[in-house]
Nanobody, 115 residues
Framework: QVQLVESGGGSAQAGESLRLSCTAS????????IGWYRQAPGKQRESVAI???????DYAVSVKGRFTVSRDNAKNTWYLQMSSLKPEAAAVYYC?????????WGQGTQVTVSS
């Protein structure tokens, strides 16, 4: 069983930045997919950024140019840098990873953005 532990959520004013972290309980060097999803109240969970092994990152249109995914395989950790935050970015953010056929999710971290 793989565990993903998130950190870094919290509150921000519109225009500010936050960085989320996701640390895996096993090596992330051989993973096939990592990413971030979010779910706002009353809405479906949506993809924010997905990184597939050997491919470029797919960002949601609503965050492209403002959010960036990075990773540190030595720490089994990946990050979501969120800049120029907008109120509509408020949601619970979940990190995601897939090894082989199995998908894993973090516990979720709340992001609140006030205008």
């Amino acid at each position: 069983q793989v565990q993903l532990v998130e950190s870094g959520g919290g509150s921000a004013q519109a225009g500010e930045s936050l960085r989320l972290s996701c640390t895996a309980s096993r090596s992330s060097a051989d993973l096939q997919v990592i990413g971030w999803y979010r779910q706002a109240p009353g809405k479906q969970r949506e993809s924010v950024a997905i990184v597939r092994s050997g491919m470029s990152t797919d960002y949601a249109v609503s965050v492209k140019g403002r959010f960036t995914v990075s990773r540190d395989n030595a720490k089994n950790t990946w990050y979501l840098q969120m800049s120029s935050l907008k109120p509509e970015a408020a949601a619970v953010y979940y990190c995601y990873a897939r090894w082989g056929p199995i998908s894993y999710w973090g516990q979720g971290t709340q992001v609140t953005v006030s205008s």
